[in-house]
């Protein structure tokens, strides 16, 4: 995934175009059966439940998502300081970012077309308010430099992968509580680090972050009313997901090191700060985490992300040789991320007290 400065994004049309890209590493747009979302029953947590709708119904961000007067102003200044690599690498991070906050918002909004459910309708409805709000907050940074993403478009074109209900709680939760534990850690960066917030978008990061934790929380929820979601042989999907979340974000950080680099962070530093986050956040739902300390997964992850160097220059290399190694490179990265999977794991109980306060 890396490219060279050159291929910066020049319209628009390159920023649709890597939205709608479908590689192991990008935000991809799901679909899932409905009638068994429908099915969902909240009653073993019903307590829990009402609580988190209320606070949704109270909307604490609801004029969070708009911008200042000198906010304009204020990119312009900034982004005259800007070098290629990182105008390029920001530039990606904000369609990567876009692509999956709408990919929830689209997700989110079909189930609530689909279900009759009042409790699983409600909590679709607000949370697709959200993400919509999310995307187009990002879109209009876009548009600042001539790359907005038309969204509706996008929906249309965009490929849709299919998700069993449980697979789409699993993927969900783990990628909303990734997401507040990355906005935070920058944020708590910059708040030590003023001088490094290369764009005001980062100023909106701490309200902002709050609205994914409070969308973890209701998977969390919706898991912890099916306890068989939680135990027996789907322990292994739980560890799937998670090593498959971990090592995505990984290798995508990784080859893009210039943005956390811009933000004063080391990349790894800064990804094994957001999994130590994520990994006690998610004690409050899954009997099992990864030991992302333990050496082995460490240089395990290292070596995905050379691995996927090495898949980027062979496909750059092209031809019947830069084939093979692609494909050599793709069992390489099949076989680690099974040694990966077959590292032992962290075993907990699940607490009495499901729910889980955002203080990072
Ligand atoms: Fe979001
Ligand atoms: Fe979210």
């Not at 009638?35 to 969070?64: F, K, Q, T």
């Not at 100023?203 to 912890?224: K, P, Q, T, V, Y």
Request: with cysteine; hydrophobic share 40%; charged share 25%.
């Amino acid at each position: 995934m890396s490219h060279s400065a050159e291929q910066t994004l020049q319209s628009p049309e390159d920023a649709a175009r890597l939205a709608k890209a479908e590689t192991v590493l990008t935000p991809r747009f799901y679909t899932t059966d409905y009638a068994a979302m429908d099915r969902l029953d909240v009653s073993p947590i019903r307590a829990e439940w009402d609580a988190m709708l209320a606070e949704y119904e109270g909307d604490n961000n609801h004029d969070h998502f708009q911008r200042t007067p000198e906010f304009a102003a204020e990119v312009a200044a900034l982004s005259a300081q800007w070098s290629p690599q990182l105008r390029r690498d920001f530039q990606e991070f904000l369609v990567s970012s876009l692509t999956s906050e709408y990919s929830g918002c689209v997700l989110y909004n079909e189930i609530q077309k689909h279900v009759s459910n009042p409790d699983i309708k409600a909590l679709m409805r607000y949370m697709t308010r959200d993400e919509s709000r999310h995307a187009n907050f990002i879109n209009q940074s876009l548009k600042d430099f001539g790359l907005g993403v038309d969204l509706v478009n996008l929906k249309r074109s965009k490929a849709y992968t299919y998700f069993k209900p449980k697979y789409i709680f699993y993927a969900t939760y783990l990628s909303e509580k990734i997401g507040y534990a990355r906005y935070i850690t920058i944020y708590r960066q910059l708040e030590r680090h003023p001088e490094l917030r290369f764009h005001p978008i980062f100023r909106w990061f701490e309200r902002w972050c709050n609205d994914e934790f409070r969308h973890g929380e209701s998977f969390a929820l919706i898991m912890r009313a099916q306890p068989g979601l939680l135990s027996g042989a789907n322990k292994l999907w739980i560890r799937f997901f998670l090593l498959a979340v971990y090592a995505t974000m990984y290798v995508r950080d990784h080859t893009r090191p210039w943005l956390s680099e811009a933000l004063g962070m080391d990349p790894s530093d800064y990804d094994y700060k957001v999994f130590d986050i994520t990994t006690e956040i998610s004690r409050q739902v899954f009997p099992l985490s990864l030991d992302t300390d333990h050496p082995a997964f460490r240089a395990g992850m290292d070596r995905l992300c050379s691995i996927s160097a090495a898949a980027e220059r062979a496909k750059q290399r092209g031809g019947l040789v830069g084939r093979l190694q692609q494909g050599l490179c793709a069992a390489r990265a099949a076989l680690c991320f099974g040694r990966l999977y077959l590292l032992p794991t962290l075993k907990h109980e699940l607490p009495r007290e499901m729910r889980v306060a955002p203080s990072w």
